[in-house]
């Protein structure tokens, strides 16, 4: 059983993952304590952008290239904010 010290980078972890946004406006994000989690196999990615409202429209992050990103609804900024952080894209 693999460890949440033993994993690679979250870059590492975004191989295989399909990267590209849904829709114009979403950004990537990941949950804070992914490691933590006893989700098994989640990676802890979504998409998401902040609506009129100021909360959050979030999307699935599909895991392979052939799968269609999913609504999941919409989150209260202050609980999105409190367990997602934006994921900055490496050139």
């Known amino acids: 059983m693999e460890r949440p010290q033993e994993r690679g980078s979250p870059r590492d972890e975004r191989e295989g993952l399909n990267l590209n946004p849904p829709e114009e406006g979403y950004e ?6 992914t490691e933590r989690m006893k989700t098994k196999n989640w990676h802890g990615y979504y998409w998401a952008r902040q609506n009129e409202a100021g909360n959050y429209e979030i999307r699935s992050v599909p895991a392979s290239s052939g799968e269609l990103s999913a609504s999941g609804g919409v989150l209260p900024k202050e609980g999105f904010e409190d367990h997602y952080e934006k994921v900055h894209k490496e050139t």
Not at 28 to 33: A, C, D, G, T, V
């Open 28 to 33: 990537l994000y990941r949950h804070k304590n």
